[in-house]
């Protein structure tokens, strides 16, 4: 299917604000400003972007440790994001969740997860409300190549097809689970894993967008129509750690630098819509601009927000207690 | 008002609910039985038969069979209560926790407050616990008390029949993650249980028994043993109170104080492992809260720190009983 100028607009806008987003969160977390763990997802933005195009406000998703691109490509607010990540007041959770948890129900985004695998069961859930409550929405689990040898997600996969929820199953496979290779740690192929449970699946080029959202259109229409659950396998890089501070000495001399220019997914998008004559240098050039701006007053804002207060900690435990 | 076992008293508050709200669906291994066989359907309505009935007034699509798989549909049900729906799951052994615990103290508990208070969690978790059964290890423990320890979870241990409707339907009309434990050893006791639905409020106590010499806390089946223990010493010149948490999550602590202070005597009766479980909790609350009043030690009658034993005689010994219970009761009041 043809995407349309604004569409394209919109892609390229959704993929180079997790771009800029995830470098500035790199070097301000370098500068000592966040704390905690932060796992970013600079690299693999045109799988998150081409698959929540398809998808619309009544589905939902769940994210993993490196949840920053899903979110913002499920349309939640980038500066409540940032402050978030700061730890601060009018942060998109109150400063409770930080980056491992950051999420946004009222966005169909069901959090980061801290566990390896904590996801699938919930898109379960979620997709199980969609078809008691026959909402037509679907759920859709990310999970990366080390949450794919948990076996919450294998049961899930086995629970989904079981029930024909209208669930899809992502894998992520940016080659390293923390600091282990996924071509050691996943046995078998993973179209094959699926297709065991009686689940289609595809395995896609995550650096190419246009693949990434063909392959996400269809399977997602599949599964959306009652075609039962799905599957797809992302081959992609990160560009940075598993987590900030980790020095990647696991990964080959070179081995991101090459990524960087050989596969990169904006400059490959942009090769790809210039060269075709759908957008103008210029219009993308404008975005880029425009993106660096809302990054740069994103983090003015969180560097100004208030500390939550004490009474806070408190809060939000319970609905009532 | 009729005769009612602890069976019956859950399930009509499971179907009363059902029939009330479209969005409560029930979720777990064989809570109808016979899915994808020849035979019967509804065959098992659960290992006990609790769910039993259900499935044939509410259909496949609101009583949910399951795969053998806990971490997947006990976090399906966190996940479908989250996005709209009000699940009841059945885990069903509380031993099994331990498959799929992710799901309950990381998902299920912290949701709400991970997100900022904008997740709503309304999951009751249902399981079956308790000694008596000759089931051995691995399908007797008394572990609520794990759950207690979890902030974002509310504990309910009913004591009794009417007590298991009312706090059924409670736990299903409130919006946190509930764990609802069922004693094994209960289903067939039998009392008088309103007909039409009623829910009894968490965190408020029941107090069964009135005294003035000894409080006793119990939980659970314990319940019944302390009234026992009460009714007979009342006899005897020894009055006590018999106090009820209900819920160990909210815990009701000013009913207990409250009794402490009158009477200066406290027994904590409970069926789970005696190291940093509810005994020890409330044993911890009164003596920080209520240090003055008291009289004489607190004791705290539980099981040894085992686990739970296969032999019939070894079990026999294993469950705190009447005369332990006793026991501990005439020691705190100085009769021993």
Known sequence: MELNREQLLAAYHQMRTIREFEERVHREFSSGSIPGFVHLYAGEEACAVGVCMNLSAKDYIASTHRGHGHCIAKGCDVKAMMKEIFGRKGGLCGGKGGSMHIADMSKGMMGANGIVGGGPPLICGAALTAKTLKTGGVAVAFVGDGGFNQGTTLESMNLAAVWKLPAIFVLEDNGYAE?????????????????????????????????????ARKAISRTREGGGPSFL??????????????????????????????????????????????????????????????IDAAVAEAKAAPEPSAEDLLTDVYASY | MSKKSFRQAVNEALRDEMRRDSRVILMGEDIAGGMGAAGEQDAWGGPLGVTKGLMPEFGRERVLDTPISESAFIGAAVGAAATGLRPVADLMFIDFMGVCFDQILNQAAKLRYMFGGKATVPVVIRTMFGAGFRAASQHSQGLYPLFAHVPGLKVVVPSSPYEAKGLMTQAIRDDDPVIFCEHKAMYDDQEDVPDEPYAIPFGEANVTREGDDVTIVAIGRMVKFANEVADKLGKQGISCTVIDPRTISPLDRNTIIDSVEETGRLVVVDEASPRCGMAADIAALVAQDAFKALKAPVRMVTPPHTPVPFSAALEDIYIPGVPRIEAAVRAVAGQA
């Open chain 1, 179 to 215: 600091s282990t290779a996924s071509s050691w740690s996943i046995s078998g192929e993973p179209v094959k894993r699926a297709a065991g449970f009686g689940i289609p699946g595809e395995q896609v080029n995550g650096h190419d967008f246009f693949a990434v959202y063909e392959a």
């Open chain 1, 233 to 294: 396998h992302f081959k992609v890089s990160r560009y940075f750690g598993h987590f900030e501070g980790d020095a990647t000495t696991y990964r080959g001399a070179g081995e991101v630098d090459k990524v960087r220019a050989e596969r990169d997914c904006l400059t490959l998008f942009r090769k790809r819509v210039e060269g075709a004559g759908l957008l103008k240098a210029d219009q993308l050039d404008t975005i880029d601009k425009e993106v660096a701006a809302l």
